[in-house]
């Protein structure tokens, strides 16, 4: 199935795709397999200049398109990508790795995505405010202009897509960078864009050098708006880079979720969701539950049930039958793991599961559960973007709290009680983006996603997702 693959891919700029021909070439590698499955061009400057002049040649055309017209080709896009999510989503498991299902879930997940910002773009009015006779202000919200959006490799097609369908809605032309390493499927996601007939020039994709690219971009006032999913230290780079012509930004910078596990809670759905929960995409989640905190009572028998549950987990080539985890999704991620779990290992920790890599020649790691991890392992400090759940007991509420809020950053929180005051006081307490209580349901679409602290700034998704990429504008009249 993975031969689906093209053996070779396009940039787009300015309404034509581009072969590699003479320009640096990034091979893209099958996680699988460590085999190169594709060649893909990297863009010269020239190439990145001639996108910028679209961008800003586009945006005015695109801005004055009522908006009913911006929706009817966002939803027909909408349609041509559930119609075509087994293909992309058989080359996102080539490129990426999760398992088929997974992967073509995220493309039918992307199109509603779709579909909810050509919604909310026709429901986002301004105001007036009424004046003595013949006097009035007016409150507008207009496109912020031309964007720079930047994504990674673990959600191929749904990050770029909550980037992509409110900067398309709202009015803006964009410019996407998606992650070298898994190119090909959100490739087709524009060009399910195009086949829906959004103009030339309006959505382009590029690859390079990442610094090169953002750089390059980032530098020209073309650009008005960043949008950047990644990690802390490249978040903030590119915020300092902005500085220089005063382009907004909205950070989603990744995070290190904490799971409050309470002894009033329905321990067999909390312990069927976090297993099922932890594993999906290898651990490989931004809001993937990590820190997970056990209250004293329950916790010896929680960390057996969880192990046992984890134990089940099928690992394989995601393109096998019956497989929950594929591989990681590059080999930095096994080396990552290695050195968390080795650390966690010295200072104490146990390691009830897993705790290694597979014999491979892909980048597969064993489904991992550590238990009793000191504060001090870096593994309950640095996101560890792997399939990893590290375990500690707690006793009160407010020592739960304090755990929970001890790092520096603030994405997703989980909690798990059948006491509604507990659950309030987690809720209103725990510093954090997104919090779920008794469901790890942080990601629905229509509410707004986005972290505190060091996991970035601005929300994307719903309403809130669409007005990141707006100007207000107040206009006085008499
Ligand atoms: P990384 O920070 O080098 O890369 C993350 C993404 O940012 C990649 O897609 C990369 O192409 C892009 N990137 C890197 N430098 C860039 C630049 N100067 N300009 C524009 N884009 C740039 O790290 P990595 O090795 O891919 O992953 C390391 C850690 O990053 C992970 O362990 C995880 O903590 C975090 N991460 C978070 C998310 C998320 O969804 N928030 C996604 C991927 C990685």
Redesign the pocket.
Same mark, same amino acid.
């Given at each position: 199935m993975s031969n689906t693959y093209p053996p070779s891919l396009q940039l787009h700029i300015d309404g034509e795709w581009i072969d590699v021909e003479d320009r640096d070439v990034h091979h893209v590698v099958n996680p699988s397999t460590g085999k190169t499955i594709s060649d893909l061009p990297k863009a010269s400057k020239a190439d990145l200049d001639r996108a910028l002049d679209a961008a800003k040649r586009a945006f005015p055309i695109w801005r004055d398109t009522p908006v009913a017209a911006r929706a009817a080709i966002l939803h027909k896009a909408a349609d041509l990508m559930r119609e075509r999510a087994p293909e992309i989503g058989r080359m996102m498991t080539a490129e990426q790795g999760k398992p088929v299902g997974q992967a073509t879930g995220e493309v039918t997940a992307s199109a509603a995505m779709f579909d909810v910002m050509a919604e909310e773009a026709k429901r986002c009015y301004g105001r007036v405010l009424v004046r003595p006779t013949g006097q009035n202000s007016f409150v507008k919200y207009q496109p912020v202009g031309p964007v720079a959006a &930047? @994504? !990674?490799? /673990? &959600?191929p097609v749904y990050?770029p897509a909550r980037k992509l369908a409110p900067a398309l809605a709202a009015g803006c032309s964009i410019i996407l960078?998606p +992650? #070298?390493e898994t190119p090909a499927s959100p490739i087709e996601m524009i060009r399910c864009l195009l086949d829906a007939g959004l103009p030339a020039g309006t959505a382009q994709v590029v690859f390079g050098d !990442?610094?090169e *690219? @953002? @750089?390059h971009l980032i530098a020209s006032d073309i650009i008005r708006k960043i949008s950047?999913? =990644? @990690?802390v !230290? *490249?978040g903030r780079?590119?915020m300092k880079l902005a500085t220089e012509n005063m382009q907004r930004t909205t950070m #989603?910078? =990744?995070g290190h979720a904490p799971v409050l596990v309470f002894d009033d809670c329905d321990l067999d759905k909390a312990l069927d969701l976090l297993a099922m929960q932890k594993y999906r995409n290898a651990g490989? *989640?931004?809001v993937s539950p990590t820190r997970f905190y056990v209250q004293s009572g329950i916790y010896e028998k929680f960390a057996n049930e969880f192990t046992k549950r984890a134990e089940k987990v099928q690992v394989g080539d995601g393109f096998g039958d019956n497989i929950d985890m594929g591989p990681l999704a /590059?080999p930095?991620r096994p080396e +990552?793991m290695e050195k968390l779990i080795s650390d966690a290992k010295a200072k104490g920790a146990t390691v009830r599961l897993g705790g290694e890599a597979m014999d491979s020649d892909g980048y597969f790691y064993r489904p991992t559960v550590l238990t009793d991890v000191p504060l001090q392992a870096d593994i309950m400090s640095n #996101?560890p973007?792997g399939p990893v759940a590290a375990m500690r007991p707690f006793d009160t509420l407010d020592e739960a709290i304090e755990q929970a809020n001890r790092l520096p950053l603030g994405l997703a929180a989980y909690a798990f009680t059948n006491s509604l005051r507990t659950a309030n006081i987690v809720g209103d307490m725990v510093e954090a983006g997104m919090v779920a209580i008794n469901n790890l349901t942080v990601s629905p679409g229509d509410a707004p996603f986005g972290g505190v602290k060091q996991s970035g700034h601005g929300s994307e998704d719903g309403p809130d997702g669409l007005k990141a990429y707006m100007v207000t504008k107040a206009i006085h009249q008499s």
């Open positions: &930047f @994504s !990674p490799w /673990n &959600f990050t960078k +992650a #070298e !990442p610094s *690219v @953002s @750089s950047f999913t =990644g @990690s !230290p *490249v780079h590119l #989603e910078l =990744g490989q *989640v931004c /590059n930095r +990552a #996101e973007f």
